[in-house]
């Protein structure tokens, strides 16, 4: 089980930090995704982790403003989400996989196995 937690309101220009705990697995050896899908839109891929945490990858939406991050040890994923925008509104999910796809396809929620139940952020103008 994957549960997401950090999300809440917060004003255009400020931050937030999302975590993602897992319960009755070990995260250490999958790899990782952050996505969000606001009211009216498809589901996006945010940031993509690899299970060790040498690989990292971005939306160019959101890159230079949030970090993808985890300790394996801790058995928790994060987001730093910084200088949000109103257009970072969302629900925002984390997922896991043991695909050897990812590697190609992390951005697709296809190659995910299992996923959080997402935690909301809104950000005011």
């Known amino acids: 089980q994957l549960v997401e937690s950090g999300g809440g309101l917060v004003q255009a220009g400020g931050s937030l930090r999302l975590s993602c705990a897992a319960s009755g697995r070990s995260l250490s050896s999958y790899a990782m995704g952050w996505f969000r899908q606001a009211p009216g839109k498809e589901r996006e891929c945010v940031a993509g982790?690899?299970?060790?945490?040498?690989?990292?990858y971005y939306a160019d939406s959101v890159k230079g403003r949030f970090t993808i991050s985890r300790d394996n040890a801790e058995n928790t994923l994060y987001l730093q989400m910084n200088s949000l925008k109103a257009e970072d509104t969302a629900v925002y999910y984390c997922?896991?996989?043991?695909?050897?796809?990812?590697?190609?396809?992390?951005?697709?929620?296809?190659?995910?196995?299992?996923w959080g139940q997402g935690t909301q952020v809104t950000v005011s103008s």
């Open positions: 982790i690899s299970f060790s945490g040498s690989s990292t």
């Open positions: 997922a896991a996989s043991l695909q050897t796809l990812w590697r190609i396809a992390y951005y697709r929620a296809r190659v995910y196995d299992y």
